[in-house]
C-alpha cells in the first residue's frame, strides 16, 4: 500500500469529521482510506495543468431573491423534533463554565 | 388485468372513467404491501391510514373536476431521504430515526398537486450511500425477481416496491447510479434527470452537485409523464434551472430514424458480464432495425470517472452531514461530557459504517495540505470527463451502453470490499460528474433470470432523445414481466 495513514492523521481527521472511533473502527478507518487514497492516486497519471476546477456543470452566477418571510411560524412543530427542549428553545449542554 | 399490475397512465385513466376509485386503488395495493413487505421489505413506513384518508380527499377533486392529470389518483412510494410533512424520513439512518419533516420536498409537492397518494417511505443505503440497499439501519430490501438478491441500490426499495407492485411507481434519488442501477437489477424503468431539472428542495443532501431526483417506474411513458410532472423550476434551490421544454410526453413518439447513437467501446471491456454484453448489444440492434444509425467510438478517461466521483461526493457528504448534531432533531447519546463530546457521540452511534467511511474520507480530502492535492484535482478531472461527453455529443444523440456491469450480486457479497463495490458504479458515474441525464430500461435477463438494463445517456437537456429511443425500443420489446415467484 503506498498510502500508510498514521494514526496522528486518522485522530486529526476525526476531530475534524466530528467522529468518534473505537480502536477497532481506527484500525479498519486506517485501512479503508489509505485503500482509497491509493485508488484515488490514478488521478495524478492525468495531466490536468491549465484545466481549471469544475464545482459546477453549468454557468450559475449568484441567485438572489427578495429577502422576504414567506413560511408561517413553526416553532411547536420544529422543537418536536429536538431530543431536548425548554421554553420554546433547543437545550444543549453547557458550553462556558 | 388486476388493478396493482396497471401502470401509473393506464390507473389514472381508469379512474378518469369511473372504471377504478381511487380508494379501490389505494387498497389493492396496501393489501399487496401487507401480503409481500414480509418478504422483500420495501418500506420503511407504509403510511396506511394516511393513504386512505388521501384517497378520498383526491376522489373528490377528481370528481368535481378540480384534478384531471394524468396521475390523479395514482398511489406512489417516496424514497425516504425526501421530506414529508408529518411522515416519518429517515434516510435509512438510526441518526434520524424519529425525524418528522414539517414541510414537504418539491418534486413530493408537485406529485401531490397532481392527485398523487402518498402511500409510504421506501427503503435506501443509508443516506443513499451504497449500491445494494443493504447498508440501510432498518434491515435489507430483497429483489423481487429473486429475494436472495440485492436490489440495488441506493434506491432499491423504491425499485423493488414498483417490481414487486407495491406501488405504482416511486421517487428516487441519483447521486452516482441511484435510480438507474436499481431500476436495472428490479427490471423497471428509471431516470435521472439532467442536473437542476428536479428541484433538490426537502432532499436530504449526500453530494449536492450530482444528487437529481427522478422516477422509477413500470413503462416509459409512465417514465416521461411522472418527470414531467415533478420538473419544476424552484427559487428555493439555487441550482434549479428554469427550463421551458419540460412537456416530455411529447417524446414518446415510435421512430428513431436517422437518431445516431454511439456506443462507447470503453464500456463494453474487460469486467463486463458477457451476458449483459450481448442483452445490451442485441437491444442496440433493435434499435438500428428501426432506423437509428449506431456507431461504436471511443469515449475516454471512463476509469479515472469512479476516483473523481469518490473525492467528490465524499467531500461534499462531510459538509453536508455536519448538520447531523444531536441538538435539532434526530439522535442524541446518551450519556456525554460537554459539547463536542455529545457531538462526537451522537454522530458515532448514529451513523453506519459506510457513511462514517465516506464521512472520513471527505473530510481529509478537504483538510488542509490535501485540498489541491485531492479535491482540487478531483474537480480538474471532472471537467476533463465533461469535455469527453461534449465532444461524443458533437458526433451523437445518444450514448448507449449496460448500466451496471452485473446483474444483481447476491445478499452480503458486497459489503465487504468497499472497492470492489464502487467498481460496480462505473458505468453510471461519470453522467452525475457531466450533469447528464441517463435512463435505464429491461433489456433481458441473465441465465439466472436476473433483469438486465440498458443504459441510454443524453447530452443536458436532451431527455427527449431518451425517451423517443427508449419508447420506441419499449414497443419492439414487448412487455417486460417478471415471472412470479412462489
Not at chain 2, 432499491?156 to 442501477?181: H, K, M, N, P
Not at chain 2, 434526530?330 to 452511534?349: F, V
Not at chain 2, 473530510?363 to 470527463?385: P, Q, T
Amino acid at each position: 500500500m503506498a498510502n500508510i495513514i498514521s494514526d496522528e492523521t486518522i485522530d486529526y481527521v476525526g476531530i475534524l469529521a466530528k467522529l468518534e472511533l473505537s480502536e477497532e473502527e481506527k484500525e479498519q478507518a486506517k485501512k479503508d482510506m489509505g485503500s482509497m487514497l491509493d485508488y484515488i492516486d490514478k488521478l495524478s497519471e492525468l495531466d490536468t495543468e491549465g484545466v481549471e476546477p469544475m464545482s459546477h456543470v453549468f454557468h450559475v452566477s449568484n441567485v438572489f431573491r427578495e429577502d422576504v418571510v414567506t413560511n408561517g411560524d413553526d416553532r411547536e412543530a420544529i422543537l418536536k423534533n429536538a431530543p431536548e427542549e425548554k421554553d420554546g428553545m433547543f437545550v444543549v449542554p453547557r458550553t462556558f463554565e | 388485468m388486476s388493478i396493482v399490475s396497471m401502470t401509473a397512465v393506464e390507473l389514472a385513466a381508469a379512474i378518469k372513467k369511473h372504471e377504478v376509485t381511487v380508494k379501490e386503488a389505494v387498497e389493492a395495493v396496501l393489501d399487496n404491501i401487507e401480503k409481500k413487505e414480509d418478504t422483500y421489505h420495501c418500506y420503511v413506513t407504509v403510511d396506511r391510514e394516511g393513504a386512505l384518508k388521501q384517497a378520498e380527499e383526491i376522489q373528490k377533486k377528481i370528481d368535481d373536476g378540480t384534478l384531471n392529470g394524468p396521475l390523479a389518483g395514482v398511489p406512489v412510494a417516496i424514497k425516504d431521504n425526501m421530506c414529508t410533512e408529518g411522515l416519518l424520513t429517515t434516510c435509512s439512518s438510526k441518526i434520524l430515526y424519529n425525524f418528522v419533516p414539517t414541510f414537504t420536498s418539491e418534486a413530493v409537492l408537485n406529485l401531490q398537486k397532481a392527485g398523487a397518494v402518498i402511500l409510504g417511505k421506501t427503503n435506501m443505503d443509508e443516506f443513499a450511500m451504497g449500491s445494494t440497499t443493504e447498508t440501510s439501519a432498518y434491515g435489507v430490501t430483497r429483489n423481487p425477481w429473486n429475494p436472495e438478491h440485492v436490489p440495488g441500490g441506493s434506491s432499491g426499495g423504491s425499485a423493488a416496491a414498483v417490481a414487486a407492485e407495491e406501488c405504482f411507481y416511486a421517487l428516487g434519488s441519483d447521486t452516482g447510479g441511484s435510480i438507474r442501477q436499481p431500476a436495472s437489477f428490479c427490471g423497471v424503468v428509471g431516470l435521472k434527470p439532467t442536473y437542476g431539472t428536479v428541484s433538490r428542495y426537502g432532499l436530504i443532501a449526500y453530494g449536492s452537485s450530482l444528487d437529481q431526483i427522478g422516477p422509477l417506474c413500470k413503462d416509459v411513458t409512465d417514465c416521461a409523464t411522472i418527470l414531467e410532472t415533478i420538473a419544476s423550476h424552484d427559487s428555493k434551490d439555487s441550482t434549479s434551472v428554469e427550463r421551458q421544454d419540460t412537456d416530455f410526453t411529447s417524446a414518446l413518439v415510435e421512430d428513431v430514424k436517422g437518431m445516431k447513437i454511439g456506443i462507447p467501446r470503453d464500456y463494453f471491456g474487460e469486467g463486463l458480464n458477457p451476458e449483459v454484453k450481448e442483452a445490451v448489444l442485441k437491444a442496440a440492434e433493435v434499435l438500428k432495425e428501426k432506423g437509428a444509425i449506431v456507431e461504436e467510438f471511443d469515449l475516454s478517461l471512463v476509469e479515472y470517472a469512479i476516483p473523481t466521483y469518490y473525492t467528490i461526493a465524499a467531500a461534499e457528504a462531510s459538509s453536508n452531514l455536519e448538520r447531523f448534531d444531536g441538538i435539532k432533531y434526530g439522535y442524541r447519546t446518551e450519556e456525554y461530557q460537554g459539547l463536542h463530546n455529545m457531538y462526537k457521540k451522537s454522530r458515532s452511534e448514529g451513523f453506519g459504517a459506510e457513511v462514517k467511511r465516506r464521512i472520513m474520507l471527505g473530510s481529509f480530502v478537504l483538510s488542509s495540505g490535501y485540498y489541491d492535492a485531492y479535491y482540487l484535482k478531483a474537480l480538474r478531472v471532472k471537467a476533463l470527463i465533461k469535455k469527453a461527453f461534449d465532444e461524443a455529443f458533437a458526433k451523437y444523440d445518444v450514448i448507449l451502453g449496460p448500466v451496471a456491469p452485473t446483474t444483481a450480486p447476491k445478499i452480503g457479497e458486497s459489503l465487504s470490499d468497499p472497492i470492489q463495490m464502487y467498481l460496480g458504479d462505473i458505468y453510471t458515474i461519470s453522467i452525475n460528474l457531466a450533469g447528464l441525464p441517463g435512463l435505464s430500461i429491461p433489456c433481458g435477463t441473465d441465465s439466472k433470470g436476473l433483469p438486465i438494463g440498458m443504459q441510454l445517456i443524453g447530452d443536458c437537456f436532451k431527455e427527449k432523445n431518451l425517451i423517443r429511443a427508449a419508447y420506441t425500443y419499449e414497443k419492439a420489446r414487448g412487455a417486460f414481466v417478471r415471472k412470479e415467484e412462489n
